[in-house]
């Protein structure tokens, strides 16, 4: 097991960022320890995606740091990867002109990497064809393939459940329960979360209405109040 000091991993601290008038994270702070999934849920608009965003170095907060290993850290997206992070994109993001293992290969990925994280995902048959060519839950798996590859130390997957069936999802939640990097994962799917973040953060507009582990979470009135707004 990895080390759990207070310093190490992805500390977010007091993050808000405005878009115009629109207050899309609200003061939002949150540890991720080494080796742990956290989840990151809220109903759509909460501010999950801008969160991510603001990790991969795609919005600048207005005010709020975040620290890696303690050190002040401020990635830039192209520079993701050198500081161990990867993540995937909400939907499917692949360039369609290139092969799927150019996709998994993109940046400074080795192509045995590429190869591995192909195998992992089950869809290295697939390697020469192009990501158009296949369903979308196959390209979904390219997504997690092409964050894969990067060897990530923390996986970020933004909804990756999204569009896949009950075998699908099995699969994926295998999937995040046997990597051996930290995951920070967005998601609706309930069960998935549930069944395998060791901890949950729920936004709301923006803002943390809760924190705590998968029970906790479910039996939190906030929360549930929160989604039934949210569906009226
Ligand atoms: N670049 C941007 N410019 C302006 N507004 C934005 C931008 N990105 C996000 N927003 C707004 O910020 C709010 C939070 O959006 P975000 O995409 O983070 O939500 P989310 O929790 O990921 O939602 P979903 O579950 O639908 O993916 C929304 O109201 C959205 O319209
Ligand atoms: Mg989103």
């Not at 501010?47 to 795609?58: C, E, H, I, Q, R």
């Not at 919005?59 to 975040?66: K, L, N, Y």
């Not at 799927?100 to 993109?106: C, E, F, S």
């Not at 507009?205 to 809760?210: C, E, M, Q, R, W």
């Amino acid at each position: 097991m990895s080390t759990d000091s207070a310093e190490s991993g992805l500390s977010l601290h007091h993050i808000t960022v405005r878009f115009g008038g629109l207050l899309a994270l609200d003061d939002v702070s949150l540890r991720v320890p080494p080796g742990r999934v956290v989840g990151i849920i809220g109903p759509n608009g909460a501010g999950k995606t801008t969160l991510f965003n603001v990790v991969s170095g795609f919005v600048t907060p207005q005010s709020g740091a975040m620290t890696l290993d303690g050190k002040p850290f401020r990635a830039r997206p192209h520079q993701l990867i050198r500081h161990g992070l990867a993540r995937t994109l909400q939907g499917v993001g692949q360039f369609d002109g290139m092969t799927v293992l150019d996709n998994v290969q993109v940046g400074p990925r080795s192509e045995n990497d590429a190869w591995a994280a192909l195998e992992r995902c089950g869809i290295a048959e697939h390697a020469r064809q192009f990501p158009k060519t296949l369903p979308y839950a196959k390209r979904k798996r390219v997504e997690l393939a092409r964050a894969l590859a990067a060897r990530p130390r923390i996986l970020m997957l933004d909804e990756p459940a999204g569009g896949l069936d009950t075998d699908e999802i099995r699969w994926l939640a295998d999937l995040i329960r046997e990597s051996e990097c930290t995951v920070l994962l967005v998601e609706h799917h309930m069960e998935l979360v549930m069944s395998v973040c060791d901890e949950i953060l729920v936004l709301d507009f923006g803002k943390p209405i809760a924190l705590g582990a998968p029970a906790e979470i479910r039996s939190n009135d906030k929360v549930a109040e929160a989604y039934l707004g949210a569906a009226a």
